[in-house]
């Protein structure tokens, strides 16, 4: 079981190395970024930022840090301040032990403790995979502090819990999260399997990668789908509680997704009270903001010049 295991989950982080294609170095986006950190009842979240205007705070997903957003907080930093942040348990944000401390509730006040630590009392979510429930879940619990929702790769978790329920292909996809659940399943990770998946070769991209994944809790990583992912007989869950979206959102997904199937967007707007515009992008699966940076930033910042 334990070999079998291991194979699955690298069979899992190996397919991510297809996803996202080959990524390319946002040039000394490192250098131009300022370091800060946000307080949660106790719990420091690392964020860098850069840019002036309007607070736009970005969420990655799993594996991955706030470098993910390097092409967006280039592209957007000349009109907005970008915050991309370290979400709990990854490289320079807190670790707090349990999987208590990753509950949903928890994940959607790091956020608002971001836009505080920046002096702002609202700003524009965007979020990726786990990121993207966390924007979604924000969004739906402080409609006052949101302005506009942008959201990549993660169906409304709502519908997600929905496909669950059938028992169809989105459950057999998800098998992966459920092995994720398992008491030891973080055993199975390691930085440089997770570097390696993400950085497609690149070895600047799998240093920075494997540096951040170094100093990151795998325990924490799996802390978030013990303590979210929606469980079978999926008739309860923090998901399924969540009211409805007041914010224009602006939705991106890659139709070759094989983790979050396409489906999930289906009836989308019985979830959202204000205007929803979806872009799907065929060839392109998972990472749609690294994949194809310069669509989505362009689209990005033409839908946000609207709203």
Not at 36 to 42: F, K, S, V
Not at 103 to 114: R, S, Y
Not at 254 to 260: F, K, V
């Amino acid at each position: 079981m334990t070999i079998q295991f291991r194979q699955s989950v690298f069979g899992v982080l190996l397919a991510l190395r297809v996803i996202l294609g080959n990524p390319v170095l946002a040039q000394d986006v490192t250098e131009q970024v300022e370091h800060r950190y946000a307080d949660n009842n106790g719990v420091r979240i690392h964020y860098a930022v850069m840019g002036s205007g309007p607070l736009i705070v970005m969420v990655h997903g799993f594996p991955d840090y706030w470098y993910t957003w390097r092409h967006q907080m280039q592209a957007l930093a000349g009109d907005y301040t970008v915050a991309a942040m370290d979400t709990r348990g990854y490289n320079l944000s807190d670790q707090p032990q349990g999987v208590e401390n990753y509950t949903l509730d928890i994940l959607v006040e790091d956020v608002a403790a971001v836009i505080r630590a920046e002096g702002q009392s609202s700003a524009t979510v965007v979020g990726h995979d786990w990121g993207g429930g966390i924007a979604w879940s924000f969004a739906a619990l402080k409609p006052e502090m949101t302005e506009r929702l942008i959201i990549m790769n993660l169906p409304h978790p709502r519908s997600l819990v929905r496909e669950l329920a059938r028992f169809g292909q989105q459950h057999e996809n998800s098998a992966y999260a459920r092995r994720f659940q398992q008491p030891n399943s973080h055993e199975n990770l390691s930085a440089e399997v997770l570097a390696t998946s993400l950085s497609r070769g690149d070895p600047a991209l799998h240093a920075r990668y494997l540096e951040a994944f170094g100093r990151s809790s795998f325990e924490a990583m799996m802390n978030y789908y013990r303590a979210n992912y929606p469980r079978d007989p999926y008739t309860a869950g923090a998901f399924l509680e969540l009211p409805q979206v007041q914010a224009p959102v602006l939705q991106f997904h890659g139709l070759t997704d094989t983790a979050l199937l396409p489906e999930g967007l289906n009836n989308t707007w019985e979830f959202l009270a204000s205007d929803w515009t979806l872009v799907t992008i065929p060839g392109v699966s998972h990472w749609p903001h690294q994949a194809v940076p310069d669509k989505v930033s362009n689209m990005m910042k033409a839908w946000l010049e609207l709203h």
